[in-house]
């Protein structure tokens, strides 16, 4: 068995990626609880502080490791596209933004805050 479990948050809520490449074919799964990890493997489950988790850091997670948007959908639902007129079909990368003020994605004309609801 190889696992490689991942304890990620935004700031608000928390959840786990549990990379499986013991297995063939190699598994990933997304938990929003640590209750909800099988039993036994769960002990494996980090126990310190979570890794802060940006939304372009959950895109990638969620794009190259889970083959699905779980973590970004999770973590920032209804994350918006990207308003400058190059990347406009393009999600916002965030905290990879080169155009961004001071490194603080937040302050970046080209990002408008998502809507809550999802």
Request: proline residues 8%; aromatic residues 12%; glycine residues 6%.
């Amino acid at each position: 068995m190889s696992l490689n479990i991942r304890y990620l948050t935004n700031g608000e809520k928390e959840a786990f990626v549990v990379f499986n490449t013991g297995v063939s074919p190699a598994t990933t799964e997304f938990f929003a609880r640590r209750e909800d990890i099988d039993k036994s493997i769960r002990h494996y489950a980090p126990k310190d502080e979570p890794k802060f988790c940006g939304p372009d850091s959950a895109a990638i997670i969620g794009r190259f490791e889970t083959g699905t948007n779980a973590v970004l959908d999770y973590f920032y639902p209804n994350h918006p596209n990207c308003t400058r007129p190059e990347y406009s079909d393009k999600k916002c990368v965030a905290e990879s933004c080169k155009y961004a003020p001071d490194e603080d994605w937040r302050k970046c004309e080209h990002y408008s805050e998502p809507s809550k609801e999802g």
